[in-house]
T-cell receptor
Framework: AQSVAQPEDQVNVAEGNPLTVKCTYSVSGNPYLFWYVQYPNRGLQFLLKYITGDNLVKGSYGFEAEFNKSQTSFHLKKPSALVSDSALYFCAVRKVGGSARQLTFGSGTQLTVLP | EPEVTQTPSHQVTQMGQEVILRCVPISNHLYFYWYRQILGQKVEFLVSFYNNEISEKSEIFDDQFSVERPDGSNFTLKIRSTKLEDSAMYFC?????????FGPGTRLTVT
């Protein structure tokens, strides 16, 4: 079975400061990892993914994430937060190959960027 | 840029009624999914669909649920007899090689 943990329900950061949203995963075998963002009353928007290769993945809106296999983590980062980044962020995992092609999501982290 | 669309955006129904939620996936995608998100909770997988049949389903996807691709463009989720606990946001997704693209969701309210 695959699972995702987002240990923080809420992250607050001041505008202009760096932000980190944490994610750890559990999957048998190699993972595909994803970050999605959800604004109020909106659907899930794709931010970035890790498939293979470079452990540092760059995505939309200046976000990046670092895949760490030994720590089974895929933390989302941004060097300088904007108020408009305030939203609900979901980490998701899918096993490479196999029959389990659906995404398993974490519980989400509400990011609030304070002006 | 192509996108997944869903209709309606909000559906209110009475308990015991049948509802059909509609999705138009991205045209060249071959894998389709339904997920749901109960208010304040995580997004949960319901079912995946490939080559005109269900490829996987979760324990949530019981006999009250069914999916269909009635033509070349639509992908539907039917709930035969809705329950109060079916109230949720339902997301459709379609997939290219790696990435799932999600629609804006249908908010289902069962009264």
């Amino acid at each position: 079975a695959q699972s995702v943990a987002q240990p923080e329900d809420q992250v607050n950061v001041a505008e202009g400061n760096p932000l980190t949203v944490k994610c750890t995963y559990s999957v048998s075998g190699n993972p595909y990892l994803f970050w999605y963002v959800q604004y109020p009353n909106r659907g899930l928007q794709f931010l970035l993914k890790y498939i293979t290769g470079d452990n540092l993945v760059k995505g939309s809106y200046g976000f990046e994430a670092e895949f760490n296999k030994s720590q089974t983590s895929f933390h989302l980062k941004k060097p300088s937060a904007l108020v408009s980044d305030s939203a609900l962020y979901f980490c998701a995992v899918r096993k490479v190959g196999g029959s389990a092609r659906q995404l398993t999501f974490g519980s989400g982290t509400q990011l609030t960027v304070l002006p | 840029e192509p996108e997944v669309t869903q209709t309606p955006s909000h559906q209110v129904t009475q308990m015991g009624q049948e509802v059909i939620l509609r999705c138009v996936p991205i045209s060249n995608h071959l894998y389709f999914y339904w997920y749901r998100q109960i208010l304040g909770q995580k997004v949960e997988f319901l079912v995946s669909f490939y080559n005109n049949e269900i490829s996987e389903k979760s324990e949530i996807f019981d006999d009250q649920f069914s999916v269909e691709r009635p033509d070349g463009s639509n992908f539907t989720l039917k709930i035969r007899s809705t329950k109060l606990e079916d109230s949720a946001m339902y997301f459709c997704a379609s997939r290219d090689l790696y990435e799932q693209y999600f629609g804006p969701g249908t908010r289902l309210t069962v009264t």
